[in-house]
C-alpha cells in the first residue's frame, strides 16, 4: 500500500510540475525514492548544501531532469514539490486513499482465481463441427481412443464439402449471371481481326499470356489482287489456302494486351508492305518496292485433304428405286421356281433322316468312359497303363 501511495504521489507531482517525462510510464518505485527532505520556510535562507540534499533524494531520471534545470527553474521544482508533498500528506488526502486501496483490495480478494494446476475440461466438439477453428486453445494432443475417422475419412469429407460449396454456387449464384448476359452480335465487315484468349480459371499457367489471331486475306479493306497476293507471299507458312486464313500467334510478353498489341502492329505493317509495291509493266516508283511477282507461291505446308464425293449414279433416285424393286421380285420368283423342281436341298431334312438310319453315340457318355478306364466297344488292350516293379 505504502508503495502505491508513493507511485500515486509521484505521478501528481510531475503533472503538477509540467516536468515533460523521459518515458510514457515508470515502474512502481519504493517509498525510499519519494522520501522528502526538510526545508526551512525562508528561501533566502536556503544554502547549496539543502538543494545537493534535495537532489540526492531524486531518482536517477528526476535527478536527470532536475540537473538540467537553470537555478531559478530549481527554485520553482522545489517549491512545487514541497506544496505536493504537504498537500498528500494531509489527513483528509490520506484517509481518502487509504479507503479507496481497502476497497480495490477486497475486490481482488473476493475474485475467485483458478488454480494455476486446475484443468479445465476440453468441450469435444461434435462431428459436424469438425473442422472448424475451436474456441478455446488446444493443448497436446489427446490418445486416441478409437472414436474418429481415419485421414482418408477426413479427405474425403473435406472434398464433399468442397462439392457442396460449389453446388451451392451453381445453384444460387450463377442463375443471377443471366442478368449480365449479352445478346451475340456478329462482327462488322470493318473488324476483319479475331482474337483468341487462353483461361485457366484463376489459376496461373504459362500459356495463359498467348493470343491466337486470325483473319481472312479477302475480308482486309481496300487491298487490290496483286496486293493480297503480295500479302500471302509475305506471311508464308501461317496462310490456309483451303480456307484463306491467315493464323499468326504471339506469347512473347507476359500479358496478353501486350500480346495482342503487337500481333495488331504485325497485320498494320503487312498490309503497309503490301500495298508498297510497283508492277515490272508501270515501271519502279519512287520509295516503291518489289512486288515478288517473280517468286511463285509456295503451298508445300499444306496437307490437302482430298474430299470425297459420293457418284451420281449410286444416289437413290425414283427410277432407281423401280428397277431394285423389280430386280427382287425376279430373284423371289427364281429362287421358288428352283424350290418347286427339287433343285435346293433341305439340310434339316437331309440330318434327320441320317439320324434315324444309324443312332449317334453321346459324345459325352464316351469321355465319361475314358475317364473311368472302361474299355469301349472295338477299344482292346487299350485301358491304362499299369507299371510294376
Not at 526538510?38 to 534535495?54: C, K, V
Not at 478455446?136 to 475417422?149: A, H, K, R, S, V
Request: glycine letters at 4%; a negative charge.
Amino acid at each position: 500500500m505504502a508503495t502505491a501511495l508513493n507511485r500515486i504521489r509521484h505521478v501528481a507531482f510531475r503533472s503538477v510540475a509540467g516536468v515533460r517525462p523521459i518515458r510514457p510510464s515508470c515502474p512502481l518505485r519504493s517509498a525510499q525514492s519519494f522520501s522528502t527532505t526538510t526545508f526551512y520556510r525562508d528561501e533566502a535562507s536556503q544554502t547549496p548544501s539543502s538543494q545537493s540534499t534535495f537532489a540526492s533524494t531524486l531518482i536517477a531520471e528526476d535527478r536527470a531532469e532536475y540537473d538540467s534545470l537553470s537555478p531559478n527553474e530549481r527554485q520553482e521544482y522545489e517549491k512545487i514539490y514541497r506544496k505536493l508533498d504537504a498537500h498528500m500528506n494531509s489527513p483528509d488526502v490520506q484517509s481518502r486513499i487509504n479507503a479507496e486501496l481497502s476497497e480495490a483490495a477486497q475486490e481482488v480478494e473476493s475474485a475467485e482465481l483458478p488454480d494455476d494446476d486446475f484443468d479445465i475440461p476440453k468441450i469435444r466438439p461434435g462431428f459436424m463441427a469438425l473442422g472448424e477453428a475451436e474456441e478455446q486453445e488446444t493443448g497436446e494432443d489427446e490418445e486416441f481412443d478409437g472414436d474418429d475417422i481415419t485421414s482418408m475419412g477426413h479427405s474425403h469429407l473435406e472434398q464433399h464439402r468442397e462439392i457442396r460449396h460449389y453446388a451451392r454456387i451453381a445453384a444460387w449464384e450463377m442463375p443471377l449471371l443471366s442478368k449480365l448476359a449479352k445478346p451475340f452480335t456478329p462482327p462488322a465487315l470493318d473488324s476483319p481481326l479475331r482474337f483468341r484468349y487462353t483461361t485457366y480459371m484463376g489459376s496461373q499457367h504459362p500459356a495463359e499470356k498467348k493470343v491466337v489471331l486470325e483473319f481472312t486475306t479477302s475480308d482486309l479493306p481496300h487491298l487490290s489482287p496483286p496486293q493480297r497476293l503480295k500479302l500471302i507471299k509475305l506471311v508464308g507458312t501461317r496462310y490456309n489456302p483451303q480456307t484463306d486464313v491467315v493464323k499468326m500467334s504471339c506469347e512473347m510478353f507476359e500479358t496478353q494486351a501486350q500480346n495482342k498489341r503487337f500481333l495488331g502492329d504485325l497485320v498494320d505493317t503487312l498490309t503497309a508492305e503490301a500495298k508498297n509495291y510497283h508492277a515490272s509493266s508501270e515501271g519502279a516508283l519512287e520509295g516503291a518496292r518489289d512486288a515478288f511477282e517473280d517468286i511463285p507461291v509456295d503451298f508445300r505446308h499444306v496437307k490437302w485433304k482430298r474430299k470425297l464425293e459420293f457418284p451420281e449414279e449410286w444416289k437413290l433416285n425414283e427410277s432407281r428405286r423401280r428397277q431394285l424393286e423389280t430386280d427382287r421380285a425376279e430373284s423371289d420368283r427364281l429362287e421358288e421356281e428352283r424350290e418347286w423342281a427339287g433343285k435346293i436341298l433341305n439340310g434339316t431334312e437331309i440330318i434327320e433322316k441320317a439320324l434315324k438310319r444309324a443312332p449317334v453315340r453321346d459324345e459325352s457318355q464316351v469321355l465319361v468312359e475314358r475317364q473311368h478306364g472302361k474299355r469301349g466297344p472295338g477299344a482292346k488292350g487299350k485301358g491304362p497303363k499299369r507299371i510294376y516293379r
